[in-house]
Nanobody
Framework: DVQLQASGGGLVRPGDSLRLSCAIS????????VAWFRQAPGKRREGLSA??????????STSESVKGRFSISSDNDKHLLYLDMTNLKAEDTAVYYC??????????????????????????WGQGTQVTVSS
């Protein structure tokens, strides 16, 4: 079975940095896009960044709130996806999730676009990890 498991959340202070990890297992090939999302209380789930495992293409959110502060990377040998977050702010407080969609049938850019527009249609989710930014 395909599984995603996010970890690395915690309580940090404004201005701190944090790295989240997503352990990926059960994939039979690398034709997947894996993405980071977050969901703050009372808000919709927001796509942050995604990476195509096959070719390493990175797709980032156009959200000004995270631009320049959040970056995605992967270690395919270790089957890990990372989200590096810097200069954290109180408004970054949320549950962070990783999710995956196959790119076997569609171009990764189209797949990620669909993931960000309709996260409710994504089937493969890891459990969330809470990030709380507070002084």
């Amino acid at each position: 079975d395909v599984q995603l498991q996010a970890s690395g959340g915690g309580l940090v202070r404004p201005g701190d940095s944090l790295r989240l990890s997503c352990a990926i297992s059960g994939f039979t090939d690398d034709k997947y896009a894996v993405a980071w999302f977050r969901q703050a209380p009372g808000k919709r789930r927001e796509g942050l960044s995604a990476i195509s495992l096959r070719d390493g293409q990175i797709f980032s959110s156009t959200s000004e709130s995270v631009k320049g502060r959040f970056s995605i990377s992967s270690d395919n040998d270790k089957h890990l996806l990372y989200l590096d977050m810097t200069n954290l702010k109180a408004e970054d407080t949320a549950v962070y999730y990783c999710a995956a969609e196959t790119t076997a049938m569609r171009d990764p850019a189209i797949t990620v676009g669909a993931m960000f527009r309709r996260p409710d249609l994504i089937i493969l989710w890891g459990q969330g990890t809470q990030v709380t930014v507070s002084s």
